[in-house]
């Protein structure tokens, strides 16, 4: 998506200086990143994550000045319990946790907000993973926590601190 802002910007003056604009136009030119036609401004520099839970595939890009630093699939919610939409600070980890209620539990959980998380692939009660539940990673999976492969859950509880900003959206 950054490349995209690049490319009209790039495109913008090109055509300028082929098409004769006036200096004055093309200095107002602004790059701006935008998500589901929300201009976002403020986040331009630090760490924050974009969790993207697109119809051809969940994912989550951890960002660094808007420059990425590491991209991961993952599963959001389905539609009967679906993944919070918008903006959020993430709150606090654990390195894992079991559900009574889901009969799951998983590892590296990390707090969005309220009872949604970051995790890795559920585990039933021995502490098994379910095989069932990792491959379903790149789609609607969850009971709206974002699930993680398990490598990707460890680097994310040990490299996004608390505090850093996350935009989920479709």
């Keep these: 998506m950054l490349r995209n802002v690049f490319f009209i910007l790039i495109l913008t003056v090109f055509v300028c ?32 994550v974009e969790v993207a839970l697109k119809e051809e595939g969940h994912k989550v890009i951890v960002r660094e000045n808007n420059e990425i630093k590491k991209e991961m699939i993952c599963s959001g919610g389905t539609k009967d319990e679906p993944t919070l939409l918008g903006t959020f600070s993430l709150e606090n980890r654990g390195l894992w946790f079991y559900s ?32 069932e539940e990792q491959d379903k990673l790149g789609e609607p999976a969850s009971h709206g926590c974002v699930r993680l492969g398990e490598e990707d859950a460890q680097w994310f509880y040990e490299n996004v601190p608390d505090g850093t900003t996350v935009i989920i959206h479709e």
Excluded: M, S
């Design 17 to 48: 200086i082929a098409g004769g604009c006036k200096k004055e136009v093309a200095e107002e030119v602004e790059a701006r990143f935008v998500i589901n036609d929300e201009v976002i401004e403020d986040i331009v520099e630090g760490l924050w």
């Design 100 to 131: 009574e209620r889901f009969k799951e539990g998983a590892k590296y959980w990390v707090r969005i907000t309220e009872q949604y998380l970051f995790h890795g692939i559920p585990r039933d009660k021995d502490w098994n993973i379910i095989k």
